[in-house]
Structure formats: C-alpha cells, structure tokens
C-alpha cells in the first residue's frame, strides 16, 4: 500500500502538495468562522421568494407570502412594502415568512407591480439595509361567454374577451346552444345543445331534445399551452331520457343532469357525471331544484317541504349499489322552497321561503342560525354574494298596483351587516333574465331579451329603465305562446335565422337580445355608488362570466 508521505531521513514527515494545500483551505475556514463569529454576519437581508412572482392570479388567489434569508424587523418590512395599484388586506408573520390576504379578490384585468424598498431591515441593530426587491404579477382578464341571437351567431356559444376586446365563436352552427358552466380552469365550458337536424323533424322545445357537450376556449391558467378553441367533444346523449337542468361543481371535478325517461316522462331522476366514467344515476328524488354546494361534495336540493342536503358519492365509487339504496340526506332546511345559491366558501346560503299571505322572504342562512333580509310582494329570482360575503346582490320583482297583474324587476343590493336593501336598477318588465356577478365582484352582466320582433327605434334604451318603468306592455297569454311553438315550421321558413335562434323560459324564439355591463361598487358609508349600465355591442343572451 503506498502512503502520501513517507519518513525522512532524519525521521520527519513528507508532505506532499495536496496535503499542503488541504490545510491552508482549512485554516481559512477556520479564520473565516472565528471572524464571523466575532464580527457577524454583514450581508444584508434579501427576499428569497415571493408566491406569486410573474403568475396570473385568479379570484381564489387571496394571499401571498414574501419569504426572507433572515428574521426581519417586521415594521420596517410593512413600512416598506407597496404595492401599485394597491389592495386593501391583512399582514400576518410566521418566523421568516410574510403574508399579505386580501380583503376581497385583486381586480380583474389589472397588472401589478410589488416593491420592497432599501428602508426594510433584519433584526440586528446595526444591520445593513435590506436588498430592494421588485416582481411583477397580474389578474386574469375579464372575460365571459353568452349565446348568440343574430346573424351566423345565432344559437352559438360566443367567448368575449373584455379586457382584450376580442370575440371567438365557439360551437358549430348544426348545434343550437340551450345553457352552459364553464370549468374553473376557463380551459372548458360545459353545454347543453340541441342538433338543428332534430328541431326540423319535431316542434318540441328545443331543452327536450338537448345532449351535453364540452368545449375548448383556448384559455389556460397554467404553464401549459391551452387547447385550440372550439373543440366539441360529447358527454351525454338523450336516445333514453331527456335531458333537463344541469349543474356543475365549482371544482369542475364534476356534473350533475336532471333527466327524464323518454318512456314514462313521470320517472325523473338525477345523474352524477364524472370524466372518464359512466354516468351514474342517483337513487334520490330528482324532480326538485338543485345546486352543487361550493366544496363540491354534496347537493342541496328540494325536496317537499323544504331543501335537503345530499352527499355526493366519491370519484372511486362508481355504480356502487349499496351507496345508491345508503344515501341519505346531511341536513334538511324545512319551510324553503328556493336555493338561490352559496357563498364562495361555503360560509352562507341564500333561500327563499313561499309566505302563507302569497309573499315571497329572502333568508340569508349560516351555521349560526336564519335572517330575514327581506319580505317581498313579488318574485326573488337571483341572487348572489361578493366574495368577501359582505353584500348580497339580487333580481326582484315588485307586485305593480294595477288592473293587470304586473312585475316591475330590479337589481338591488343587500347589506348582509345592516340587513339593508338598496335598489339598484330598475329593468324592464320580463323575468326571463340571466344575472351574473364577475369573480372579483366588480360588475354584473345581464341580458335583455324580448321574444316579439321590434324594430330597432322601437327597442327600448336600458339607460332610461333607472328612471321610468315601460307600462301598458301587451301581455303574452298563454295561447300566443303556445301559437308561437306550432307556428315554428313557418317561422323558420320565413326567416331562415329563426330556426336557429335561442329559446327564452317560455318556448318562444327571441327576437331581440342585448347584454349589459354593470359596474358596482359599496362606499366606505355603506351605500352604493350610482353607475351607469353600458351596453355591449354583443346581440346575445344569458351571459355568464368565466372564473
């Protein structure tokens, strides 16, 4: 075996260079530490990671954390941090790291620019200066969906980008589009759509004869490259059943579809939908309204006298038998018969319970008990609550004082703090109307559709509805609507877009359609700021914001 060094002569060690140079590297090691020991560490402080650095967050992005080499004074970092624009939120501290939670969602569309200036210092006393630090962020843009009523448009699904101005025709023209829930990744929208081959060869309403479809927007959240828009792919047919309502969960991991079978109309019943798996039908009453409750593991439903909690069963489950004949309801809210829709985080439902005087009265419903909003001589037809749970928007109807039975609808909003109603904006006289409220809270679209021809100076101008209701409209009985579904043959050869263009909740073909914008906003006082609705050049219908 050799040896690095061997004996000298004179009985010494020889050393050889490496074994020389290992201990000067050494000794400067152990110099360095004694120094640092002594004097300390004299870098300065730095941001090692920031959470959200160059990504596009969404509605549910509502905190960041900025991650330090070092414990940091933490006054001097929150004196130092600015964000432009600003948001409004909470600091909270674990050891080196820093969060920052939002108040409510960032604005959509907005670039943001985060800045921690040479003012933020560690802990020590005579610590230098922190490294300035800078990253760059930005919310998704605005962007929604609707159904076309005009031109090749008519009865197509439409994407609209706000924020970039731009608009993307998504469904062929042989699929007439009834309804649709896009995926929370924006990647796809979920749709009900009826073959226009089918509608020549029946008069029934087109929702009898719909299937369920998906598509691509082109959109995507993530790193990765979206799909090309318009890709049509099938979920459900209707050879069976007819397909009814539908809705998704909001963690898109699944759909549920109220069907009906074509041999015994009587027999409805819901069906769990899940990607890659055989649609499972839910042994449960099925004929009642529904909603997939926010955390996407259970549906509310009515059911007789009241509205039912039901578990939803697991993805691994399958067809399994004795789930299906085992399911047995979480909870059960008796006297409501309306679920207008959850809270964002679970926190709060909305309901509506049928008075015995023939008014209607608007719950707001939490763990902690029931409140009353509101008790109504109308219709409450919509509703929906900001993400930070402090208002409830709603579309009401008041009962109109006159000879005919007449509902004047309104926007208003509800102050969940103070129970207090402030209307909005008052629209005119039809209760087909889609409502939706944009992910950050900021503005709500709505249509407006009538199902008799106008011409275009005779459409009224939504500006002047805040103003003045329209009175002395002419009904729609019964029998026009129901000439209008046997007249649809001759319509559609009159006019070759009629057979085409979307149905409202009466059977009937809309003739006119406009959406509109609605900006809102709550002052520091607690009132509402009074803006203007825009109208969109966009002729369609039942416009629904992407997450």
Not at 133 to 138: D, E, G, N, T
Not at 259 to 268: D, G, I, L, Q, T
Not at 395 to 424: C, M
Request: proline content about 7%; charged content about 25%.
């Amino acid at each position: 075996m050799q040896h690095r060094w061997q004996n000298s002569p004179k009985g010494n060690p020889q050393w050889q260079p490496i074994d020389r140079a290992a201990w000067l590297v050494i000794a400067a090691l152990v110099v360095a530490i004694a120094a640092l020991l002594v004097l300390g560490d004299r870098s300065a402080a730095r941001v090692r990671d920031f959470s959200w650095a160059d990504r596009t967050i969404g509605a549910d992005d509502r905190a960041f954390v900025l991650a330090f080499n070092r414990p940091m004074n933490r006054d001097s970092v929150e004196a130092n941090l600015k964000l432009d624009p600003p948001l409004e939120g909470k600091v909270s501290w674990a050891g080196t790291r820093m969060a920052f939670t939002l108040d409510r969602p960032a604005p959509y569309g907005t670039s943001f620019q985060l800045q921690l200036g040479a003012g933020a210092r560690d802990t020590r006393e005579d610590s230098k200066p922190a490294e300035s630090f800078s990253a760059a962020f930005r919310s998704r843009d605005r962007v929604f969906a609707y159904i076309g009523t005009e031109g090749e448009e008519a009865g197509r699904l439409i994407l609209y980008e706000l924020t970039q101005q731009r608009k993307t025709i998504l469904t062929p023209p042989n699929l007439l589009v009834n309804d649709f829930k896009p995926y929370p990744n924006r990647d796809r929208i979920l749709f009900s759509a009826t073959e226009t081959s089918t509608l020549e060869k029946t008069d029934s309403p087109s929702l009898l004869e719909q299937q369920f479809y998906t598509v691509t927007t082109g959109l995507s959240v993530t790193n990765q490259a979206p799909e090309p828009a318009g890709e049509v792919m099938p979920v459900l047919d209707n050879r069976d059943y007819q397909n009814l309502k539908f809705d998704l969960a909001p963690d898109g991991s699944a759909a549920l579809v109220q069907r009906a079978e074509r041999k015994n109309a009587s027999n409805v019943s819901l069906w769990l939908l899940r990607d890659r798996q055989t649609p499972q039908k839910l042994e449960s009453q099925g004929g009642g309204e529904f909603v997939i409750t926010p955390d996407s593991q259970s549906i509310a439903i009515t059911q007789g006298q009241g509205v039912a909690i039901l578990p939803l069963p697991k993805a691994d489950m399958g067809n399994n038998d004795r789930y299906r004949r085992e399911i047995q309801p979480l909870d059960f809210l008796p006297k409501f018969g309306t679920v207008l829709g959850f809270a964002s985080d679970g926190s709060a439902a909305a309901l509506v319970k049928f008075n015995g005087d023939f008014t209607r009265s608007l719950f707001v419903v939490t763990p902690s008990g029931e409140t009353e909003l509101a008790r109504i001589q109308g219709s409450i037809l919509r509703a929906e609550f900001t993400p930070d749970n402090r208002v409830l928007y709603a579309l009401v109807t008041q009962r109109v004082e006159d000879e005919n039975y007449r509902e004047q609808p309104y926007i208003g909003a509800f102050d969940l703090k103070t129970k207090a109603l402030s209307p909005l904006l008052l629209l005119p006289e039809q209760l087909d109307i889609a409502l939706d409220l944009s992910p950050d809270g900021a503005a709500l679209l709505f249509d407006q559709i009538d199902t008799k021809a106008k011409a275009k100076g005779d459409r009224a101008d939504q500006s002047n509805q805040s103003d003045q209701s329209k009175s002395g409209e002419e009904e729609t009985t019964q029998d026009d609507r129901e000439s209008g579904r046997g007249n649809r043959a001759d319509r559609s050869s009159a006019d070759p877009e009629a057979a085409r263009r979307p149905e409202a909740s009466d059977g009937n073909k809309i003739e006119y359609s406009q959406l509109w914008l609605l900006p809102v906003a709550q002052n520091p006082d607690g009132t509402f700021a009074k803006l203007t609705p825009q109208a969109l050049p966009l002729p369609g219908a039942r416009p629904r914001w992407l997450p």
